[in-house]
């Protein structure tokens, strides 16, 4: 059991100006800067509070121990390297053009990405090829990103494939200079 | 000794013998008698028949004699007998001055009407808190011409309080009417009381408790009430000299000086069951917490528990007081239920204690229905909930919580990394290197603490429509097909629980509860009822948390509220507070919130979604700017817990959730954070004064009535690149002022406000230099009726306005500032709510930045 006071009584501001400080110094710091695809990540383990089942992180934290045994995050196991991005033929019945419409397949192509390099979100990935996007995807199996163009053909060549997101017109993450097809 | 016979009288009065009167013992003889020392015998009785008006002379016939036979002189009064005379006396006196005396009475009727004489009053010292006495009996005067006159008989009482007494003596007479008289009665106390001032303690249980002095012992040989009166009482804590005065009942008085100690030992407030858990042996892991009760005198509270609210309690725990909040974890909670209560401790000394608060023990259960088909998915899938409930379902019937997910990872790996989406048509991951994302899960910390309160509550797995675009309809779709098996469930039961929950549930009044996708689905799910009704099932409540809004759902009909996380790195637009803007019907009687919560990130809602959104460079924050999962985790715990129980179970919207509060402390501590938590609110019953849409606006407001802006540097409205930060969907004004003075009036045509409890706005700081420095706005309020009096407040009395927050994808966020009326009322009590002429708002303020720049919005009264 432990008992402690509240914050200090204006601690809105007192929160609100640290939070300011720590973000001046983020955009200092120039965490904007390029995009790069994370890999796998940590646990987060809240192990610093106090006391057991005095806060809501000390509750975790012991119901944590109780269930492992013990505090540590899970052992993060090497992964072996996957490409980025694979593009090959397949065998379907339709696919998308690249202008929002789904339409019969002429000569499909698979457009499988990393996906370990980009966690599922509440956002929607895009795949953007010179000025086509692909918004269709499916993961055939964990770890995969597909998109099915429907005609290859149709894909244009030499210009950058990069990978966009719903919503965020500002956020892209470039996949390749140029499209290799099989 | 010789006697001497003397005839006096005409009349001789002879005894019933005819014998003359005894003489009395002269003590003839004995030392230090006269020699000549008389006696004398009166008649036992002088009958007189009957006197006339005017009276009759007495005569008697007395013995009188010397010891040594010396001449003695015999004298009897009265003289005459008139009316009223009751009896007479006799002295025999020698020629030494020696002196002897008789009395006698005399009996006779007199002309004219009867009559009783009274004693007319009798004053003897009080002997005790009563006093005995014997009141005189009353002559009886017959009338020569009536009946007889029987013995008188009185009201005295056995003995007489100090004071006045009337004692009414009564006398029956034949043949006439009964005769009264009335003896005055006095009984003094010339004795004041007694009185002891020995210091007191007194204990005050709670704030608004009346403080009780006991009052010191008075005493008083004549008074067994001796009234005793402290002035002034104490009216706050603290040592206190009061002057007491004691009074007994004939108005004497002593005093003394009492010394009085007042201890606050209040009852802790806001006593709850803040969390619970199903521990691994089955049983109920709760905790409870509460706020300090604010007494300075208590050192300790008493923790107790009981199987039944009214006991008996029993101690379970003893804590040390302290200021703030506290919490405190029961690992052996009785099962089914168990009762707590506080008592705050000073020493050994009891003070407030607490109503109790029911905690239920959890049961655990959850269905897996496979290849089901679901109207509006287009593939067979997976009913997948996970239920946690009371274990004692006989105590319902309970609200229906549902919790729906997001998109996320569905297959797990086995070595701690992220997990990876598999597109599949059912719950389970199908690739046999993982196993399955327990999505539905994550909230189990949620429901836990539901259920031991009182909700059955279910969270549904959408892994079948994870890893796919859109699919936002779909989800909505899943809570009504799930929604349709539970309303089974409720009524007559079926597989997979049978009667489990037959009758078990109130499904007029289900809560939503979604996360990111699943925010968005429950959403929409209000209008997705409304058009495919399921009977007997209705939704009150619905609460989203970092909310996607790719379909646009307006949800109306319902309550509603919004958790914008201002670190979320998913859903960076925090797109949920155009849901909220959406819905915001004046003429839905429902509450909507909408909290943006600072350092919050996307996943950590969910516990299952172990890995900070933030990793990586689509970074809102940094993990220094974050407050944390359990933080997280520990508000929406608590914050979830008061939004259901106003809009689902009627009780009152807490104030900081109406925006007119801090953070409680309670959130604090179970967050162990201070938490910045920036509000809007919209009560049920509104009235929309302007809401800057419209013909006419901004320069017209909703009343009909002129708006005016004056001294401002820039527009009044913004659009287009000046509104790059703003995305909310409600028209909004943006005053911006340096140096000068400005304002805002917004007239009002007599306004009738009585009936109405705060006037409410919403303002954001904007992201622009002008506001560089500022930490919080700060403006005048004011309001002037049809008197001309004026009412002002300045907006931090009442709320606040901060300027900015910490996020890479910062936004111009809305919040809401209430200003009572009682606090305008307050700052001039004649203000007349009936005609409100005009509202003003004044900036700069004298003292504080002299520039600045806010949207304004959602200008409204409102009741609650």
């Keep these: ?182 | 000794m010789r006697r001497v016979a003397l005839a006096l009288a005409v009349l001789v009065a002879l005894g019933c013998d005819g014998a003359p009167p005894p003489l009395s013992d002269a003590g003839c003889g004995e030392p230090g008698r006269p020699a000549d020392q008389p006696s004398i015998g009166c008649p036992a009785v002088v009958e007189l028949g009957c006197v006339e008006e005017g009276g009759a002379p007495l005569d008697v016939d007395v013995a009188a004699a010397s010891c040594d036979g010396s001449p003695i002189t015999v004298t009897c009064t009265p003289e005459r007998v008139v009316a009223g005379t009751t009896g007479g006396t006799c002295a025999a006196v020698a020629p030494s001055g020696a002196r002897a005396e008789c009395a006698f009475p005399i009996r006779y009727r007199v002309r004219g009407p009867a009559s009783l004489g009274c004693t007319p009053s009798v004053t003897v010292a009080c002997t005790s808190a009563r006093t005995a006495l014997d009141v005189p009996r009353p002559s009886v005067m017959a009338s020569c011409d009536g009946g007889d006159v029987g013995d008188p008989t009185s009201d005295a009482p056995g003995a007489f309080a100090v004071g006045v007494t009337s004692v009414t003596w009564s006398a029956p007479v034949s043949g006439g009417a009964p005769l009264a008289c009335v003896t005055r009665v006095e009984v003094t106390d010339a004795t004041p009381p007694s009185l002891a001032c020995a210091p007191v303690t007194v204990t005050r249980t709670a704030p608004d408790a009346a403080i009780v002095v006991p009052a010191p012992r008075a005493t008083d040989a004549c008074d067994e009430d001796v009234e005793v009166a402290l002035a002034p009482v104490p009216s706050a804590r603290g040592t206190h000299t009061v002057p007491v005065t004691a009074t007994d009942d004939a108005g004497g008085t002593a005093r003394c000086d009492l010394e009085v100690t007042v201890r606050d030992v209040f009852a802790p407030v806001g006593l709850r069951v803040i969390s619970a858990e199903l521990a691994g042996d089955g049983t109920t892991d709760v905790t409870l917490g509460w706020e300090d009760g604010g007494g300075a005198d208590a050192t300790a509270v008493r923790l107790e528990r009981a199987t039944a609210p009214d006991g008996p309690f029993a101690a379970i725990a003893t804590l040390d007081a302290a200021p703030g909040a506290a919490t405190y974890t029961d690992a052996e909670a009785p099962a089914p239920v168990a009762y707590y209560r506080l008592v705050a401790l000073a020493g050994a000394v009891e003070g407030g204690v607490t109503a109790p608060v029911r905690a239920l023990s959890i049961a655990a259960e959850g269905y897996h229905l496979r290849d089901e088909a679901v109207p509006g998915i287009g593939f067979r899938t997976s009913l997948y909930g996970v239920v946690r409930a009371p274990m004692d379902l006989s105590r319902g019937p309970f609200p229906l919580v549902v919790f729906l997910h997001g998109n996320h990872g569905t297959c797990r790996p086995a070595d701690g990394r992220e997990d990876q989406c598999e597109t599949r048509t059912v719950h389970d991951c199908q690739d046999a290197r993982f196993t399955t994302t327990p999505n539905a899960e994550g909230y189990l910390y949620l429901q836990e603490t539901l259920a031991a309160s009182g909700y059955v509550t279910v969270s549904l797995s959408a892994n079948a429509l994870n890893c796919r675009d859109g699919f936002l309809r779909e989800r909505t779709q899943l809570i009504l097909e799930h929604l349709r098996r539970w309303r089974g469930w409720a009524g007559a039961g079926g597989p997979p629980f049978g009667a489990t929950f037959a009758g078990a549930l109130d499904l007029s009044r289900v809560a939503l509860v979604g996360h990111s996708r699943g925010g968005e689905a429950v959403a929409g799910a209000p209008a997705a009822l409304r058009a495919s009704p399921i009977e007997g099932v209705a939704i009150a409540s619905v609460l989203g948390i970092g909310s996607t809004d790719y379909e646009t759902p307006t949800p109306t009909g319902v309550a509603f509220a919004a958790v914008l996380p201002a670190c979320d790195a998913d859903v960076t637009t925090l797109e949920a507070l155009r849901q909220y803007d959406r819905g915001l019907d004046p003429y839905d009687p429902r509450d909507r919130a909408q909290v943006l919560f600072l350092g919050a990130n996307h996943n950590y809602f969910n516990r299952e979604w172990r890995f900070d959104d933030n990793d990586g460079a689509r970074r809102a924050c940094t993990s220094a700017q974050q407050v944390g999962a359990a933080a997280q985790r520990g508000m929406l715990e608590i914050v979830l817990a008061d939004w259901l129980r106003a809009t689902v179970e009627g009780a009152p919207t807490p104030a900081y959730l109406r925006a007119e509060a801090g953070t409680p402390a309670l959130i604090d501590f179970w967050a162990d954070r201070a938490l910045d938590l920036r509000w809007s609110y919209a009560g049920p019953e509104r009235l929309v004064v302007d809401d800057f849409a419209g013909a006419g606006a901004p320069l017209l407001n909703d009343l009909g009535e002129s708006n005016l802006y004056s001294g401002m540097i820039a527009d009044i409205t913004c659009t287009g690149t000046c509104a790059r930060n703003f995305s909310h969907r409600v028209s909004a004004v943006r005053p911006a002022w340096r140096d000068a003075p400005a304002q805002m009036s917004f007239a009002l045509g007599g306004l009738d406000a009585t009936g109405w409890e705060v006037l409410s706005m919403r303002f954001a700081s904007r992201i622009a230099t002008i506001n560089d420095g500022i930490t919080e706005h700060d403006l005048a309020i004011r309001v002037r009726d049809a008197g001309g009096t004026t009412a002002e407040v300045t907006l931090r009395a009442v709320g606040r306005v901060p300027h900015r927050y910490t996020s890479r994808f910062e936004q111009e966020i809305l919040s809401t500032v209430r200003v009572p009326l009682s606090a305008l009322r307050a700052a001039a009590p004649g203000l007349d709510l009936g005609r409100l002429t005009a509202l003003e708002l004044g900036m700069p303020l004298p003292g504080g930045a002299p520039a600045g720049s806010v949207w304004m919005s959602d200008l409204e009264l409102a009741r609650e």
């Design chain 1, 1 to 182: 059991m432990t008992v402690r006071a509240p914050g200090p009584i204006d601690r809105w501001n007192a929160a609100a100006l640290a939070a300011l400080a720590a973000g001046a110094l983020f955009a200092t710091l120039g965490c904007a800067g390029p995009d790069d695809p994370s890999p796998s990540r940590a646990t987060v383990v809240d192990a610093r509070r106090e006391g057991a089942g005095t806060t809501r992180a000390s509750r975790e934290l012991a119901v944590a121990a109780e269930a492992r045994g013990e505090l540590a995050p899970p052992r993060v196991a090497p992964v072996a390297p996957r490409p980025l991005v694979t593009v090959r033929r397949i065998e379907a019945s339709e696919g998308e053009d690249g202008r929002g419409a789904l339409v019969a397949a002429v000569d499909a192509v698979a457009i499988e990405l990393d996906a370990e390099r980009f966690e599922p979100r509440a956002r929607d990935p895009i795949l953007v090829v010179g000025e086509l996007s692909f918004t269709r995807y499916t993961h055939p199996s964990p770890g995969v990103l597909r998109f099915v163009a429907a005609d290859a053909g149709a894909l244009p060549r030499g210009v950058p494939l990069y990978l966009s997101w719903s919503g965020e017109p500002d956020h892209r993450v470039s996949i390749a200079d140029a499209l290799e097809l099989p």
